[in-house]
């Protein structure tokens, strides 16, 4: 054995045995010298480097290694391990490197890059700078001068396998002696695993006054950072989107689409709507002899439809934030419902006095304003109830609530409006002297 097998040997020795120790050496080379070293390790080998390597630094070392390496190191490891070292660089470069692995590895790590839309990981950025607790203040400052990122507010703190342990403010750092450890500045930071909705994160922000938010996997280990200007704009779009949703326009739909785009988006739920405002019209239809006796009770029939319709679109938005942050689960659905009924009857009893007595001078008739009163009371009920419960039902079998819940719940209310009030006016017309 020669003198260079030795020398290989030990490095390889050492590397395996003290990967955090070397770590802290390899962060400090530039790209070049670092290929140097792994072209003298086995491919297991180096893929303990890369992962013990700072992700800024892997960025640089996979984007400049040659298309034989890469392939001999990423050929031997998991498709998990890969997807993570994979993911610190460019989407150029990225795509490029993932074109040298044979078809199923390549489409393995395609798969675990791909995180749903409704995902943390979807938002997230992977080039990030981190280091480790043993450096100090100085290193750090080097470090930043060469990212030369400006905006940065907090660097983060991992161990030498990326797993997240704390942050450091950069004015502590900038007041700190330079031989300082970050250890002694490490601060817990906020996390959001990479599979949880998208709504976390937003839940997060808003909870702590925080400018980035790491992502991690189930181990802990640190994937990126969601930036907030990334998570305003995703959350303006969401809601833009939900709106659109809600309305019966389609969610790719924008002001200049095409005439013709919008029809095809929108036309469907119009139909629909047709279809239940005629199941609507057909209660009326039921009572035809009732109005034909009392006219003036076809005035009214707005009024009812147009509270419970309000008071249920009311409970439909609270319930609907609270779906989209997470802020209750649809196991709870009862106790979000009891709520909205007791709203619903509080608030029925107020308005139901005010229409009561204006229904009383309109029509000259003690009859109807109780009639009236007692219908508004009892269709609040009902649409706060239907507003909680729709969105949810509709998640639990898989529907999107913010497209299909506007138009159930409209159809509930109207029905149900126009029930209580026709049919009390029916049942107690003769009683009450109203006919």
């Not at 640089?60 to 390496?69: F, G, I, P, R």
């Not at 639990?396 to 719940?409: K, N």
Request: glycine residues 6%; negative net charge.
């Amino acid at each position: 054995m020669d003198i260079t097998d030795i020398k290989k040997k030990i490095v390889n020795q050492y590397l395996e045995r003290f990967p955090g120790e070397a770590a802290m050496t390899f962060n400090l080379l530039e790209a070049e010298e670092l290929l140097d070293y792994l072209e003298n390790l086995t491919p297991e080998v180096s893929t303990q480097v890369l992962k013990t390597l700072s992700p800024d630094v892997v960025a640089k070392v996979l984007e400049q290694m040659a298309e034989s390496m890469f392939r001999d190191i990423f050929e031997s490891v998991d498709s998990y391990t890969a997807a993570k070292l994979i993911s610190r660089m460019s989407p150029p470069h990225l795509e490029q490197k993932l074109d040298i692995l044979n078809p199923k590895k390549s489409k393995a790590v395609r798969e675990l890059l791909s995180y749903p839309p409704n995902a943390a990981g979807y938002l997230m950025d992977t080039r990030i700078v981190t280091f480790y607790p043993e450096n100090t203040v100085d290193e750090v400052l080097n470090k930043l001068r060469q990212t030369k990122d400006r905006k940065l507010v907090y660097i983060y703190v991992t161990d030498p396998y990326d797993k997240l342990l704390g942050k450091v403010y950069i004015q502590n750092i900038a007041i700190s002696e330079p031989d300082t450890p970050l250890k002694e500045l490490m601060v817990p930071c906020e996390r959001v695993q990479v599979m949880s909705p998208a709504e976390e994160a937003v839940k997060l922000f808003e909870k702590g006054k925080i400018i980035n938010l790491p992502v991690v996997d189930l181990d802990e280990n640190l994937l990126g950072i969601i930036r907030s200007d990334t998570l305003i704009a995703a959350t303006q779009k969401d809601a833009s989107e939900d709106v659109l949703a809600m309305f019966g326009a389609g969610r790719e739909e924008r002001a200049l689409s095409s005439p013709w785009f919008a029809v095809r988006k929108r036309l469907p739920w119009l139909e629909i709507n047709l279809a239940t405002a005629f199941l609507a019209a057909s209660i009326v239809g039921i009572f035809e002899d009732t109005i034909a006796q009392v006219t003036v009770l076809a005035v009214f029939l707005p009024v009812v439809a147009g509270q419970s319709g309000n008071t249920g679109s009311q409970a439909l938005a609270v319930t609907m934030r609270g779906l989209a942050l997470r802020e209750f689960q649809t196991a709870q659905w009862w106790k979000v419902a009891r709520k909205e009924v007791l709203v619903g009857f509080v608030n029925g009893i107020a308005v139901a006095i005010t229409t009561a007595i204006i229904a009383y001078f309109w029509a000259s008739s003690f009859g109807i304003a109780l009639v009236i009163g007692t219908s508004m009371i009892l269709s609040m009920v009902i649409a706060g109830f239907s507003g909680a419960v729709v969105p949810i039902v509709l998640q639990a079998f898989g529907q999107d609530p913010a497209q299909s819940s506007s138009i159930v719940l409209t159809t509930v209310t109207d029905i149900m409006g126009f029930l209580s009030f026709l049919g009390l006016a029916t049942v107690l017309g003769s009683a009450l002297g109203i006919f």
